[in-house]
């Protein structure tokens, strides 16, 4: 019955490649996110989804597309992957959006990207 | 420069030692701080938050917020080797959290 859940846990991968990343939440929120951890472990946002619309779009390149299919759902897409882009990606969830008083965020285990 | 800054570590301390945690940030707007902590090869999970400025406690935790000083703390009393982990302060933006970059710390037994 876990929280969030995430697939791959991990992902090993050429330059150059097109991979998904999968994302469910079973808590019921109506605000989903990713976000990247670099090798620092400095965590940033890259997307917010609420209610299936795109609400936080934080200066992501391109070839990062997110996609809600529901509420309980949200994957990214990332084409053209690049040496950079190897990280942790975490997925999120929270009731409401964040600023929404203090709206707790309920994260997933995480994949770990490495492209070569 | 960063929104928020957090000393990274790595911070080693033994076991039941008073650990002090800290970060800054740079904007005034910010009025939620949270306190993150993420085991190895997990998700972030949140420990503490706080309002403004003042103290919050919870067991052997404590948050505390200087909000003239910009300066956010979180203090571990009693310290144990399963607080051992990395911890991340983050405030409340506009429909997001800023985090910090983590505080890798240890707790030896």
């Known amino acids: 019955d876990t929280a969030v859940s995430q697939t791959p846990k991990y992902l090993v991968t050429q330059m150059g490649n097109d991979k998904s990343i999968k994302c469910e939440q079973n808590?019921?929120?109506?605000?989903m996110y990713w976000y990247k951890q670099d090798s620092k472990k400095f965590l940033k946002i890259m997307f917010s989804?609420?209610?299936?619309?795109?609400?936080i779009n934080e200066t992501v390149p391109n070839r990062f597309s997110p996609k809600s299919p529901d509420k309980a759902h949200l994957n990214l897409h990332i084409n053209s992957l690049e040496l950079g882009d190897s990280a942790v990606y975490f997925c999120a969830s929270s009731q409401d959006l964040a600023g929404a008083l203090t709206d707790t965020q309920y994260f997933g285990p995480g994949t770990r990207l490495t492209v070569l | 420069q960063k929104e928020v800054e957090q000393d990274p570590g790595p911070l080693s301390v033994p076991e039941g030692a008073i650990v002090s945690l800290n970060c800054t940030y740079s904007?005034?707007?910010?009025?939620?701080f949270m306190w993150y902590r993420q085991y190895s090869r997990k998700g972030p999970e949140l420990l503490m938050y706080t309002y403004s400025s003042g103290n919050k406690e919870d067991g052997r935790f404590t948050a505390q917020v200087d909000k003239s000083s910009k300066y956010i703390s979180l203090f571990i009393r009693d310290s144990q080797p399963s607080d051992s982990a990395t911890y991340l302060c983050?405030?409340?933006?506009?429909?997001?959290?800023?985090f910090g970059q983590g505080t890798r710390l240890t707790i030896n037994p």
């Open positions: 989804y609420n209610n299936k619309e795109l609400i």
């Open positions: 808590l019921g929120h109506d605000t």
């Open positions: 983050a405030s409340q933006g506009a429909q997001k959290l800023v």
């Open positions: 904007n005034s707007a910010f009025q939620y």
